[in-house]
């Protein structure tokens, strides 16, 4: 690096709140760090200076293997990158970081690099995130508790209607007439809602940030446990792992999950049984969707995926499928370079597999 160069890096460094170093491959040290990045680490720099190793002893235990991997990938390719990762301190206290590394070859080979401390921000967005999850969630507890109550009220009416065809109160024909038109339209309503906040996820980007899959999962399942669907469904979870970490768009990876949920209810009878796996593999997660629930059948199978906002098949007791755009799961696994399948055995149940990459 040109004198001037260093010298102008210097400059920013002391003036900026962020944290600026220069670390040398060959001696494994620093030859220099700024007040911003002590700060960050919560250390001095003499500390830092004479001590590197202090610094990656901060990094959060789950994170250590991730930031190896990191490392090696920008020495590898010798390109600029940016990774986040976490800080662990006394009293369970985290910190997010985001390193931009700027590797160099001259003489010898150096890494510059600016940490930020983005805690606020990801605090932030997991909580926004986790906010949304949990709206999705209800909407889809809302649309069963309501449809049903609504289909009987729907069911009712009719009966009625057909039993006074021939009495000649037109009065009482109509307002029977109402209340079934009434049923059927705020049934559409409360699935149109719902399709709308799914079908938004495919036109949106993706924006990955490394997620605990297991924690995540877990979560969302506590909360259809929660539920009043937790009397007439039998929930349960299984992983190989206590926590894996993958890059994923959490809101929209969660609505495919959500969504396979949604209709693994839909297909089951009442004290059925619906199970999340999860399988961390060598170099691959496979997460699974199961129900014991009525299979789908044959003729719809090969075109499956093939169907975009339209349902795909009847739900049980006269229930549609809602549309939940089976085309518009596999387009989010594909965008997480992953993909989706599933086995099914009419009268037995279905399974549908998602795998996704490390």
């Given at each position: 690096?040109?004198?001037?160069?260093?010298?102008?890096?210097?400059?920013?460094?002391?003036?900026?709140?962020?944290?600026?170093?220069?670390?040398?491959?060959?001696?494994?040290?620093?030859?220099?760090?700024?007040?911003?990045?002590?700060?960050?680490?919560?250390?001095?720099?003499?500390?830092?200076?004479?001590?590197?190793?202090?610094?990656?002893?901060?990094?959060?235990?789950?994170?250590?293997?991730?930031?190896?991997?990191?490392?090696?990938?920008?020495?590898?390719?010798?390109?600029?990158?940016?990774?986040?990762?976490?800080?662990?301190?006394?009293?369970?206290?985290?910190?997010?970081?985001?390193?931009?590394?700027?590797?160099?070859?001259?003489?010898?080979?150096?890494?510059?690099?600016?940490?930020?401390?983005?805690?606020?921000?990801?605090?932030?967005?997991?909580?926004?995130?986790q906010i949304n999850y949990r709206?999705?969630?209800t909407l889809e507890v809302l649309?069963?508790?309501?449809?049903?109550?609504?289909?009987?009220?729907?069911?009712?009416?009719?009966?009625?209607?057909?039993?006074?065809?021939?009495?000649?109160?037109?009065?009482?024909?109509?307002?029977?007439?109402?209340?079934?038109?009434?049923?059927?339209?705020?049934?559409?309503?409360?699935?149109?809602?719902?399709?709308?906040?799914?079908?938004?996820?495919?036109?949106?980007?993706?924006?990955?940030?490394?997620?605990?899959?297991?924690?995540?999962?877990?979560?969302?399942?506590?909360?259809?446990?929660?539920?009043?669907?937790?009397?007439?469904?039998?929930?349960?979870?299984?992983?190989?792992?206590?926590?894996?970490?993958?890059?994923?768009?959490?809101?929209?990876?969660?609505?495919?999950?959500?969504?396979?949920?949604?209709?693994?209810?839909?297909?089951?009878?009442?004290?059925?049984?619906?199970?999340?796996?999860?399988?961390?593999?060598?170099?691959?997660?496979?997460?699974?969707?199961?129900?014991?629930?009525?299979?789908?059948?044959?003729?719809?199978?090969?075109?499956?995926?093939?169907?975009?906002?339209?349902?795909?098949?009847?739900?049980?007791?006269?229930?549609?499928?809602?549309?939940?755009?089976?085309?518009?799961?596999?387009?989010?696994?594909?965008?997480?370079?992953?993909?989706?399948?599933?086995?099914?055995?009419?009268?037995?149940?279905?399974?549908?597999?998602?795998?996704?990459?490390?």
């Amino acid at each position: 690096m040109k004198e001037i160069s260093t010298d102008l890096f210097y400059q920013i460094g002391e003036r900026s709140t962020d944290g600026y170093f220069i670390y040398h491959l060959q001696t494994e040290s620093f030859s220099y760090i700024n007040s911003g990045l002590a700060n960050i680490f919560e250390i001095e720099k003499e500390t830092a200076l004479e001590q590197p190793n202090y610094l990656f002893g901060a990094i959060y235990h789950d994170d250590i293997e991730h930031v190896i991997s990191c490392y090696e990938e920008c020495v590898e390719d010798m390109e600029p990158k940016k990774y986040e990762f976490r800080l662990s301190f006394e009293n369970d206290r985290e910190k997010y970081i985001k390193v931009s590394l700027y590797p160099l070859q001259n003489d010898e080979t150096l890494i510059c690099g600016i940490a930020e401390d983005i805690t606020v921000e990801r605090h932030n967005k997991l909580h926004i995130d986790q906010i949304n999850y949990r709206k999705n969630i209800t909407l889809e507890v809302l649309s069963h508790d309501l449809k049903e109550p609504l289909g009987m009220m729907k069911l009712t009416a009719s009966s009625m209607e057909k039993g006074i065809a021939n009495t000649g109160d037109r009065e009482l024909k109509k307002s029977l007439r109402f209340i079934v038109d009434m049923c059927e339209r705020n049934t559409r309503l409360v699935r149109s809602v719902i399709n709308h906040e799914f079908i938004k996820s495919n036109v949106v980007e993706l924006s990955k940030d490394r997620l605990e899959l297991v924690w995540e999962l877990k979560d969302a399942l506590r909360y259809y446990r929660r539920s009043s669907l937790n009397n007439v469904r039998n929930f349960k979870f299984s992983t190989n792992k206590d926590k894996i970490y993958l890059p994923l768009d959490g809101m929209k990876f969660l609505q495919v999950v959500n969504n396979l949920i949604s209709n693994a209810i839909k297909f089951t009878d009442e004290n059925g049984t619906i199970e999340i796996g999860v399988n961390d593999l060598e170099t691959s997660v496979i997460i699974s969707v199961r129900d014991n629930g009525r299979g789908i059948p044959e003729e719809k199978r090969s075109t499956l995926f093939d169907r975009a906002e339209q349902g795909f098949r009847a739900g049980l007791v006269g229930r549609d499928s809602g549309g939940l755009g089976m085309g518009i799961i596999r387009n989010i696994v594909k965008l997480h370079d992953g993909r989706i399948w599933f086995e099914t055995e009419t009268g037995k149940g279905t399974t549908f597999y998602v795998e996704l990459p490390k």
